[in-house]
């Protein structure tokens, strides 16, 4: 993506829909199927589904997985939430923070020369 605009159209629809598509372009030969998992209301987790193209058309992939996909992670919720399980909010943001800050400082390292397998420190 050059802009952030088709991000957040892709946003947008995922949050409307309750679930995702992978783009076509990306692997022609097969498609995927995502829904969230959510802890305290963020997202902590997805469950994914691949299928080759030949084998089944997207909508009836949609229409025969997506309700169990969906309750799957809506059990996997419960029990999170029931064990305590995942971090809070203002946790989870603090870590953004922190793989941010990880992701500039490694491309400060490849711009500056530095071989690209070195380890984000």
Do not use: C
Not at 1 to 14: D, F, G, S, V
Not at 29 to 36: G, H, I, R, Y
Not at 99 to 113: P, Q, T, V, Y
């Amino acid at each position: 993506l050059k802009t952030r605009r088709p991000l957040h159209a892709m946003l947008e629809q995922t949050r409307a829909q309750g679930y995702a598509l992978r783009s076509k372009d990306v692997r022609p030969v097969s498609n995927t199927l995502a829904v969230p998992v959510f802890e305290n209301g963020h997202v902590m987790a997805s469950i994914g589904l691949t299928w080759f193209s030949s084998a089944m058309d997207t909508d009836a992939a949609v229409s025969t997985y997506l309700p169990r996909m969906q309750q799957a992670a809506r059990d996997i919720e419960s029990r999170l939430n029931a064990m305590g399980v995942g971090a809070s909010p203002a946790a989870s943001r603090v870590a953004a923070k922190g793989l941010r800050r990880k992701s500039r400082a490694g491309l400060r390292k490849r711009a500056a020369g530095s071989p690209d397998d070195t380890a984000d420190t």
